[in-house]
């Protein structure tokens, strides 16, 4: 006999992070619900395939290895929920750590109400660079902006959360129109709540997120998110929903919120993180515009 239908459906999408990869899929090994009760599905981009890193956690995780040729963060998400079974889906980033009940308190949530799209608060304790420090700055700045507490959230970031399969397949899962830009979870979120779906702010869980720590890395994420900004207002411009306007509050109001989560930063790099702060708005700026000047030449063509 075949093993019974998993409750839940755990996708992670990994590119050549070996290291991110195994601290994330011990982390998955160590969760508090029966680990015959889900399934991982490592969607596996990377060059070469990461079999060495799966192989120890065969006989500890019910694991679907599923190398494909990267087409993008969108399309690869949907096609590992093309692979799942659970009739809960949740997403891991392969440089994200999940709190032992992090999965259980997901597929709590969706299986009481499957019109519940949900995630767990992203912390990242003691960052050893300034560009892993400054990435948390911002995580809680715009988590900040969108959730403001006692409210409904508004945005739950793609690199960890739970829905009902169903349902994210009925949306037909995320635009792969996205293809290597940022912003396909923003648009998924936005598409969820026009069908009627709520968002949920999971408290008891936590997930911990490896932020880029090379300056390097953190301009090029940055810019990525700028042109994906640019898509995603394109097409909710399309389908008349919501303006550009209410997202460019963030970018005007953030010294106003920045008080906060500074305090968490080491003193030794504070300023460094103040000036990696001006970088993101510059980088995302950047992004935006390029993003213009693309589709406009494309256009042309």
């Not at 980033?93 to 992203?122: E, F, H, M, Y």
């Not at 507490?149 to 960890?160: D, I, K, S, T």
């Not at 009627?196 to 940055?222: I, P, T």
Request: hydrophobic share 45%; aromatic share 8%.
């Amino acid at each position: 006999m075949g093993q019974a239908i998993p409750v839940a459906s755990v996708v992670v999408m990994t590119f050549n992070r070996p290291d991110g990869l195994r601290r994330c899929l011990a982390s998955l090994a160590a969760q508090s619900l029966d680990a015959q009760s889900f399934e991982v599905v490592v969607v596996d981009v990377s060059s070469p395939p990461v079999n060495q890193v799966l192989a120890p956690f065969r006989q500890r995780l019910r694991l679907i290895h599923q190398p494909a040729p990267n087409r993008g963060v969108a399309a690869n998400r949907n096609l590992g929920a093309e692979r799942a079974r659970g009739e809960v889906l949740a997403f891991l980033d392969d440089d994200c750590i999940a709190s032992s009940t992090w999965l259980k308190d997901l597929v709590t949530v969706v299986q009481r109400d499957p019109n519940v799209l949900v995630g767990a608060p992203t912390v990242h304790p003691a960052p050893a660079t300034a560009a892993a420090a400054a990435g948390q700055v911002i995580t809680e700045l715009v988590d900040g902006f969108f959730n403001p507490p006692g409210q409904e959230p508004c945005f739950l970031p793609g690199l960890n959360f739970a829905l009902n399969r169903e349902r994210f397949l009925a949306l037909a899962g995320c635009d792969p129109r996205f293809g290597f830009l940022a912003a396909e979870d923003r648009d998924l979120i936005d598409r969820w709540q026009r069908a009627g779906g709520r968002l949920e702010l999971c408290q008891g869980a936590r997930v911990r997120h490896e932020h880029r720590s090379s300056l390097r890395g953190f301009v090029r994420q940055y810019f990525n998110y700028g042109r994906g900004a640019w898509l995603f207002h394109k097409l909710r411009r399309e389908r008349a929903d919501g303006r550009l306007w209410s997202d460019a509050r963030l970018h005007m109001a953030w010294p106003l919120r920045l008080a906060q989560p500074m305090r968490q930063v080491p003193p030794r790099m504070r300023l460094q993180v103040l000036l990696l702060i001006a970088v993101w708005q510059l980088a995302n700026l950047a992004g935006f515009l390029w993003q213009v000047i693309q589709e406009r030449r494309m256009a042309r063509h």
